[in-house]
């Protein structure tokens, strides 16, 4: 932890903690003093950052949640109003790339899959989070999105429909909220090393891209 922490106190969720980007920020945020929630399906990647967490001195609480899974998600909402009363810092990293394909030749049900996981598993945590958003006397969220929003990707079509539509939900949210104590952020970190990086892209060396950690401080400071 660092020795003047900025977010002392401060209780955060992370929403796709189990590796990239989400990893990379719950770190940062505890670094910062923040109590760090992490969530995401993926229980043994859940407990291996939570340890590193506690080891450099931070806070953390694992909740492995399937967010797709929409009674679980409004479970952990109502758990942690239970134990925190509010939410100050909420973090929305989870995302699948769902299949690279020409559009006609998508499985529905895959197309379906990756919109629950891109958009609906995200308004989930926005309908489930805001009340206690704007019980903090500073409540932040901060989304991430990819320039696949755009479109115009051949073959992407499921992931750059779900990210377009995460925008514009999230876009919505800000609106909404805009006069009220909580601030609502899209990031869109660029290219990164990640896992989904290397399942869109298996033949790329991931040493040639930048890492999650670098892009993590600017969650910090949004």
Known sequence: MN???????????????????GAAAAEALAAEGAHVILVARTQGALEALHDRIV????????APVDLTDGDASDRLALGIADRFQRLDILVQTAAILGVLSPIAHVPPETFEKTLAANVTAHWRLIRNFDALLKRSTGGRAIIATSGAAAGGLAYWAPYAASK????????????????TNVRVNLIDPGVMATGLRAEAFPGEDPATLRKPEAIAPMIVDL
């Open 164 to 179: 377009a539509a995460l925008e514009a939900m999230v876009s919505c949210w800000a609106e909404e909220v805009r006069h």
């Open 3 to 21: 020795d003047n922490p900025r977010l002392q106190g401060r209780i955060a969720l992370i929403a796709g903690a189990s590796r990239g980007l």
């Open 55 to 62: 080891s450099a001195g931070g806070k953390a609480t694992i």
